[in-house]
Structure formats: C-alpha cells, structure tokens
C-alpha cells in the first residue's frame, strides 16, 4: 500500500510538470522544418530551452510563439494564454494538446512586465514557420521606441515566411516601425490613435473596434481585447465549443466580435455613437480637452471638411462639434470641481473658457447652479441634482459623468 501512495505520488508530479519537445508544426509547417531563419540560423538546442510543462499527444490545431516586449502589461499577456490554456485540454487538466505555445526571445533573460513582474522566456527564438501565430504583447509606450532589433529582424523574417502575426496593445508601433504592416489595416487604443497617426501617417489604423483581423496581420488595443482575440483565433482553429469553453472558464460575459466598439470608463454612451467619424472626432476632443483646437483643425486632422463633421455630430448626437466639444469641457471642469482642489478660475483656465465668470455662466445654464454651489454640495449631492435636470441623450449622459478616463 505505501508503494502504491508513492507511485501514485510520482505520477501525479509527472502529470504536473511532463517533460515535452518543441511545438509539433502541421504537415505544411513540417515540410518546411529544415529552413532556417535568414540572419537567425536554425532553431536553437535543447540546451537552448528551458523545461515547458507541455504534453506531447499529436498534432495541435493551434501553435502560438509569445514574444514579451520590455515593460509589457501582464493582463494583455494572461487572458491570451489563459484561454488557449483553457481551450487546449479536456476541463481544467491545462496540457497542451490542441492549442500549443511557448515564450520566445532573443536570449533567455527575464522579460519585465510594466507591473514589475518578470517572466522567463523558454527558448530562444526558433524557426517561426513552426507556429501558426507569432503573438507581440507591447505595453507601456515609451520603452516600446527601443525595441531590441533582433525582436524586429525575426518580425521581419516571420512576415518574410508567411506567419501571421498578432500585435497586441503598443505592439502595433512596433510592427508598423518593422515594416510589416505596410498596406494593411491596424487597430490601437483609442488613446494612442493621435500617437500612431503622427508617426505612421500612411498607415490605415482603427481605435473604434475590438481587433483588426487583417489576413496574416491582427492587431488590437490590448486588455480584455487580447482574450478576444485569442477566442477568435481558438474558434477559427480549434472550432466555437472550445472557444465557449474558454470564454465561460474565464468568466467573460461574452464572446466579442471585431465589429465590437472599443469601450471607455464611465462613457457608455460612446459605445452606442455608430458613426466611426464621429467617434474619431470624439477621441480627438477627449485627447485635446485642455487645449485650444479648433473644429476645422479636428476636420483637417480626419481629412474631412467643416460641414461633412458637422452633418455627422448632428445625426449621430444631434448638437453641432463646436457644442458637443463645449459640452465636454463643461462636464470635465464639473468634475474638477469635486475631484480637484483647482480653483474656479484655474479650472476655467485648464478648459479653455475665457475666464472663470465664463465657465460659471456656462455652468449654471447647463447644470441649473454656479460652480461654487455645485462645490458646496459635494459630489453626491450635486450629482442627483444634475440628473434630475439633465437632458436625454448622449449630452444628458456626459453633463451627468460620462468621462473618459485618458486625457
């Protein structure tokens, strides 16, 4: 009976942590296993690689190569793995089996997330033509302008074969600076849209869906949208009951196609708004809130003209730009006022009114009491008060609160 509690016990180690070759290719992949990467050579030993808990058991629907970029978010990182983690195994067992992937590096060294946490690369960078999908997670924006340019060059050399690659959050910056997104459609955050515009100006780039699935390039805006990728990908591959398995596993709502709109806290009502136009417009006003732009300067920066945006603001929110942009600094200076300790005048200054006698007027006539009285009450008070007075529709819902939360 004790040999039986040992053996049992070694089992369930081996269960835990099996020791597994690299990923297994499909018979295309397979064909071509002998290339090697131009400037990469072949791929590297096992000497080269660290132990992966994988599980061998055949040919994987699906093959992903991760590559962590310096200070990458954890989150876009996790919920990708996590549901090729789920979808891979029958319940909860985690082993390899129809979904495959690996950590992939130019060394070994740990790669720091932007939380602090390091993770282990497990090999260094192999043939790509080994995976369906090379999977790019960026994250904070400026370390992502030194990329290491072995990351490029193997970028580079996967596009050169034919795999598909997956820009994750900032990584779309890295695979445009890589030349490989050159006449293909791209998704960022809406808050990094301005940024990739100023520098890939002939680029065509998206902020107001979930991800951009552009043949061999997808690209999205990183958090939750990388889970929903990834379901995209475990649906295409491995079939729409593992995707739902996934989803359900990692108690996601629900399954959020690429026409899904990106979402902004606390502004519901900018999900609803269809016209991608005019959410363009938005995100620019958002991003400008503080600074003095014109609504011909919005209209040049969407290349269209004063009267095409003004058509569009007044189908989709019906109030001019010029108005809606005035709405938005009101209910950002209303904010302040609870949320800062920025004097009436400062905040008059910070959102572009002409003085603090300006911004008091406006206030009152939206809000129904000057800014002085709205401090006075406190947030909670003032709050019910403008929703008993707010209009309906999209500006009733910005005077009550809807913000954004990037400036």
Not at 126 to 153: A, H, K, S
Not at 185 to 198: I, Q, S, T
Not at 204 to 218: A, Y
Request: net charge positive; with cysteine; glycine share 8%.
């Amino acid at each position: 009976m004790p040999g039986s509690a040992a053996e049992a016990d070694r089992a369930l180690a081996r269960a835990r942590l099996p020791e597994q070759p690299p990923a297994t290719r499909s018979p295309v992949r397979q064909a071509r296993r002998g290339a090697t990467v131009r400037g990469l050579g072949r791929a590297p030993a096992v000497s080269e690689r660290r132990r992966q808990p994988r599980e061998d058991s055949g040919e994987a629907k699906l093959s992903v190569g991760f590559i962590l970029l310096h200070e990458f978010t954890l989150f876009a990182f996790s919920g990708f793995v996590d549901a090729l983690r789920i979808a891979g195994d029958d319940f909860d067992n985690s082993r390899q089996r129809e979904c495959r992937w690996t950590v992939i590096a130019p060394t070994l060294q740990p790669v720091r997330a932007n939380c602090g946490v390091e993770i282990a690369p497990w090999e260094a960078f192999p043939d790509p033509e080994q995976f369906d999908y090379v999977v790019v997670i960026g994250g904070r924006m400026e370390p992502q302008r030194n990329t290491d340019p072995r990351i490029l060059e193997y970028l580079r050399q996967a596009a050169d074969r034919g795999v598909a690659i997956v820009g994750v959050c900032t990584a779309t910056f890295v695979l445009a600076r890589a030349g490989i997104m050159d006449g293909r459609r791209c998704c960022v955050h809406w808050n990094a849209r301005l940024d990739f515009e100023d520098e890939f100006p002939d680029l065509q780039v998206q902020s107001d869906t979930i991800f951009v699935d552009d043949g061999e390039r997808i690209t999205c805006p990183g958090g939750q949208s990388s889970a929903d990728v990834a379901l995209h990908l475990i649906s295409k591959h491995c079939g729409a009951a593992s995707a739902r398995k996934a989803a359900a596993g990692m108690v996601l709502e629900q399954m959020r196609g690429n026409r899904s709109p990106q979402p902004h806290a606390e502004a519901s009502w900018f999900g609803e708004i269809r016209k991608p136009l005019v959410r363009h417009a938005i995100t620019i006003m958002d991003r400008f809130i503080s600074n003095d732009l014109s609504v011909t300067e919005i209209a040049h920066r969407l290349k269209v003209s004063n009267n095409t945006l003004y058509r569009a603001f007044e189908q989709a929110v019906g109030e001019s730009p010029a108005r809606f942009f005035r709405v938005m600094r009101l209910a950002h200076g209303h904010w302040s006022l609870h949320h800062t300790s920025l004097s009436i005048a400062q905040i008059s200054h910070v959102y572009q009114f002409s003085d603090a006698s300006h911004f008091t007027r406006m206030h009152r006539s939206m809000y129904g009491m000057t800014p002085a009285r709205a401090r006075a009450l406190g947030d909670e008070a003032s709050r019910a008060a403008v929703e008993a007075r707010s209009p309906d529709g999209v500006v009733g819902r910005v005077l009550a609160g809807g913000l954004f939360i990037f400036h």
